[in-house]
């Protein structure tokens, strides 16, 4: 008896807890906000190099003390990691023989400014000396065939400070319109200390790679918000939510879990739009149009950012105020148009996503990447085409 009346209880407060929860969010206005945004060409700059990696995408950002909240201190470091990326170097305004691409690469930048001197690039080298990616998938689901392209990343503070970045298991097709399709999803720990290449990492299959009942996968590992008060979020419950993309039309799901038992997928819990849930296939789309690789920040005023590539691969980056964690979100705010980077019909642009530890109090620093459906031939023409660009957008 009375293990029932404490479950009850439990029970009870768990469903006045979501319904108080979501009174509060549907107060909030997540329509209107005052900002400005301009170009923030100093850190574009940083990324256009002529030797060494010149060139990548997939470009995400983990404070290696732990403060995903707050600009990065003077000596703090601040770890890039990059998915597809070009080594070599750039010659007579055109790639230099010999260069490669390998599939993901990392760098570090001592402090928060761009400054070309704080910052460093590491890729790893195969038996013959030649550049390879930093992380190579090798996991009981792995196929021959697969590579991995990175999602995001955080240090874990209550599993000894370990770096915990997705890695999306993919692998070459003929028969998909990219050419590519993603099949499984893995974490990635980095022990804490551990330097570039990390020859001892560790690497985990995780079920956190879903496909529907009309065939759309979906995979977790988008964006990380990280809620806790090591962390430096302002208004923490403890929780890792990590955010999912599926489907065509970019649906956003959630899910969240303590950060104690990151590795325990079976305390793992999914957004179903009023409750969380232990069945990844109940989880709810919260907003769409949204990128494979987003962000989600707190605004200075108590609400949140949800910024991305409005759609995947228009030519806008979007933001949607949130209320909450899980929403609701309100209307696509567009901040910035990336035309003006299109220097050729065949340029494209994708996966806009904020920098929190890198952005000056009150404003959010954003990079988007430009890349190119005939990408050997513009590489050759625009040898430097292949790398983020960045705005800011400053809160009034």
């Known amino acids: 008896m009375k293990k029932n009346t404490l479950a009850c209880l439990a029970f009870l407060s768990l469903t006045l807890t979501n319904k108080t929860f979501a009174q509060k969010a549907d107060t909030v206005d997540v329509t209107n906000i005052k900002f400005k945004v301009e170009a923030a060409p100093e850190w574009s700059a940083l990324l256009k190099r002529d030797s060494g990696w010149f060139g990548g995408d997939g470009i995400y950002t983990i404070p290696l ?191 969240r879990v303590l950060p104690k038992d990151f590795e325990n997928y079976s305390k793992w819990t999914f957004y179903d739009g009023k409750a969380w849930v232990s069945d990844m296939e109940q989880v709810a789309n919260v907003t769409s149009s949204v990128s494979n690789e987003l962000s989600f920040s707190p605004l200075p005023d108590g609400r949140y950012a949800l910024i991305f590539q409005v759609g995947g691969m228009t030519t806008s980056v979007g933001m949607r105020i949130g209320a909450s964690p899980v929403g609701p979100f309100g209307p696509i705010i567009k901040l910035w148009d990336c035309k003006p980077d299109l220097t050729a019909k065949t340029f494209v642009v994708y996966n806009a996503k904020a920098h929190p530890s890198l952005s000056k109090p009150g404003e959010l620093l954003i990079s988007y990447n430009i890349n190119s459906v005939d990408f050997l031939n513009d590489l050759k023409k625009y040898p430097n085409l292949y790398r983020p660009r960045f705005i800011r957008v400053k809160f009034e």
Do not use: C
């Open 65 to 255: 003390n732990g403060r995903e909240t707050g600009q990065a201190k003077a000596n703090d470091k601040v770890l890039f990691i990059f998915s597809d990326s070009m080594i070599g170097a750039v010659r007579d305004n055109t790639t230099a023989p010999g260069a490669v691409m390998i599939h993901n690469a990392v760098a570090e930048l001592k402090g928060n400014e761009p400054l070309d001197k704080q910052m460093k690039f590491y890729w790893d080298k195969n038996a013959k000396g030649e550049p390879e990616s930093v992380f190579i998938p090798h996991t009981p689901n792995t196929g021959p065939t697969d590579y991995y392209w990175l999602g995001d990343g955080f240090v874990n503070q209550a599993l000894n400070n370990n770096i915990y970045i997705f890695g999306y298991r993919v692998h070459n097709v003929s028969n998909e319109a990219f050419g590519f399709r993603e099949v499984g999803n893995t974490l990635i720990k980095i022990p804490t200390n551990s330097k570039p290449p990390y020859k001892d990492l560790k690497q985990m299959d995780t079920p956190f790679y879903l496909m529907d009942k009309k065939g759309e996968s979906g995979s977790f590992g988008a964006g990380i918000y990280v809620n806790t008060k090591e962390a430096g979020a302002p208004k923490p419950d403890g929780y890792i939510y990590v955010y999912g993309v599926r489907g065509m039309a970019k649906h956003m799901m959630v899910a």
